[in-house]
């Protein structure tokens, strides 16, 4: 036979108690995430979640150099696109070229690099060309 409540302790359990005083109180409200949607729990579970978690949140990245260093130049042709003056092409340019001919002096490990500096002159005139100027 099951236990009977004993007399003089509500049905509320001590823990369940402190739970839903301090649901009245709003503490619940201060903890982060309050009000947002659960993530989606359709998704297969992956025991590697809370690491691309904070990975994703520190910015981190798992490429090897040489991809990395890929991805900066596809980016950097992307900015240059967005560019509003010469000056900013320039800069943008000089800044990647700097860092491909790190590279290409000291070869980081991984796959092969595949990279050369931008010809700037050359991304200028295709620049000033896109944007009907001189």
């Not at 004993?6 to 995430?33: C, H, M, N, T, Y």
């Not at 070869?107 to 050369?116: A, H, I, S």
Request: no cysteine.
């Amino acid at each position: 036979m099951t236990e009977r409540k004993p007399p003089g302790v509500s049905f509320e359990s001590f823990v369940d108690k402190q739970i839903r005083e301090a649901a009245e109180r709003g503490e619940f409200r201060k903890l982060a995430g309050f009000g947002r949607p659960l993530a989606d729990d359709t998704a297969p579970y992956d025991e590697l979640w809370w690491i691309k978690q904070k990975m994703h949140r520190e910015g981190a990245s798992v490429l090897p150099a040489a991809l990395a260093l890929r991805k900066d130049a596809e980016d950097a042709r992307e900015a240059v696109d967005q560019a509003v003056s010469e000056t900013q092409v320039r800069r943008i340019l000089g800044e990647i070229n700097t860092l491909i001919a790190e590279a290409l002096l000291r070869p980081p490990p991984g796959p092969p690099l595949n990279l050369k500096p931008f010809d700037v002159e050359a991304v200028v005139a295709e620049w000033r060309a896109g944007r009907g100027v001189g």
